[in-house]
């Protein structure tokens, strides 16, 4: 049972232009959301987070929206760099039985080309 | 430097041999855990350790165990018993276990079991 999915495997964005990396879940006892970047062969490294406190954070050209009701997010980069291309995970974590723990989604492949 | 270190890189065992895998990290962190990844897919929660001595079953706990006599120490045993050991293994760390402490990664053991 997949808690969360990222439902589109791959994305191709041209170097410059907006990437756009969606996240849905089911669990409404999410309230804190991250977002990993990985390269191959490599551990994932923390990129940016939202509590369910508020609908946007911003973090240089990455920002992260939250839409409570639909229990999705995105993940926003502007511009996008070759040096972007990597595995996104979205993570979520939350209160009650998922506390303390991350629930990862099976990743958007981005590659941004020049 | 702080952060996380496991070993070996690249790790090949024959089938029925047990292996422990290394994770050490000098963040003073109190939570560890161990992630699998397969192609294709997210990262999936073998074990995490909230405190010393305390350890607890993820999402995917047979076939593995763990110890953690040492806050900086948190090895991961395959054992025989894990039907599809070959993986990505991924360690990482959080101040505590809770929804709003960011999980930071290791570079990850490819363990191929021949």
């Known amino acids: 049972d997949q808690q969360v999915k990222q439902n589109s495997p791959s994305l191709s964005v041209q170097e410059g232009r907006i990437s756009i990396l969606n996240c849905d879940y089911t669990?409404?006892?999410?309230?804190?959301f991250l977002w990993y970047k990985k390269y191959p062969a490599e551990g994932p490294t923390f990129l940016i987070s939202i509590s369910s406190i508020k609908d946007k954070n911003e973090d240089g050209r990455f920002t992260v929206f939250l839409n409570k009701s639909a229990k999705h997010l995105s993940l926003h980069i502007v511009p996008s760099q070759p040096g972007d291309s990597a595995v996104y995970f979205c993570?979520?974590?939350?209160?009650?039985?998922?506390?303390?723990?991350?629930?990862f989604g099976r990743g958007t492949q981005l590659t941004v080309w020049p | 430097d702080g952060g996380i270190t496991q070993s070996p890189k690249y790790l090949f065992r024959k089938e029925g041999q047990n292996v422990t895998l290394s994770c050490e990290q000098n963040?003073?962190?109190?939570?560890m855990y161990w992630y699998r990844q397969d192609p294709g897919q997210g990262l999936r929660l073998i074990y995490y350790?909230?405190?010393?001595?305390?350890?607890q079953k993820g999402d995917i706990a047979e076939g593995y165990s763990v110890s953690r006599e040492k806050k900086e120490s948190f090895p991961l045993t395959v054992t025989s018993a894990q039907k599809n050991p070959t993986a990505f293994y991924l360690c990482?760390?959080?101040?505590?276990?809770?929804?709003?402490?960011?999980?930071?990664f290791g570079p990850g053991t490819r363990l191929t079991v021949l």
């Open positions: 990482a760390s959080s101040i505590a276990v809770t929804s709003t402490d960011t999980q930071y």
């Open positions: 669990n409404s006892m999410f309230d804190y």
């Open positions: 963040l003073n962190h109190d939570a």
């Open positions: 350790s909230q405190i010393v001595n305390d350890f």
């Open positions: 993570a979520p974590g939350g209160r009650g039985s998922t506390l303390g723990r991350l629930y």
